[in-house]
Nanobody
Framework: VQLVESGGGLVQAGGSLRLSCTAS????????MAWYRQAPGKQRELVASITAEGATNYADSVRGRFTISRDNAKDTVYLQMSSLKPEDTADYYCSAEEHSPAGSLEFWGQGTLVTVSS
């Protein structure tokens, strides 16, 4: 499984960015997809997730500002980030969780850096 993120960069506070993550080597439409982030000196945290059925979940810190979505035809998951704050600065990682009767396997992308300037 390969996950390739893109869309990170430098943005001013209050601005917007859209991250993309394209998957290969997995049956994307069946996977739970998620975005995590890790700021310097902090643990990696869940930002948002979306199930194969389209159910979404958000961290309290981003709810109402970020939107996760998926396009199964393109094997791609998106994270639309709006009203960005300096505390959103982090490396953002895409994950894919494959489910099977034997259990679940989770795969990770290499990350994309988001920097929000004040």
């Amino acid at each position: 499984v390969q996950l390739v993120e893109s869309g990170g960069g430098l943005v001013q506070a209050g601005g917007s960015l859209r991250l993309s993550c394209t998957a290969s080597g997995t049956i994307f439409s069946r996977d739970t997809m998620a975005w995590y982030r890790q700021a310097p000196g902090k643990q990696r945290e869940l930002v948002a997730s979306i199930t194969a059925e389209g159910a979404t979940n958000y961290a309290d810190s981003v709810r109402g500002r970020f939107t996760i979505s998926r396009d199964n035809a393109k094997d791609t998951v998106y994270l639309q980030m709006s009203s960005l704050k300096p505390e959103d600065t982090a490396d953002y990682y895409c994950s894919a969780e494959e489910h099977s009767p034997a259990g679940s396997l989770e795969f990770w992308g290499q990350g994309t850096l988001v920097t929000v300037s004040s």
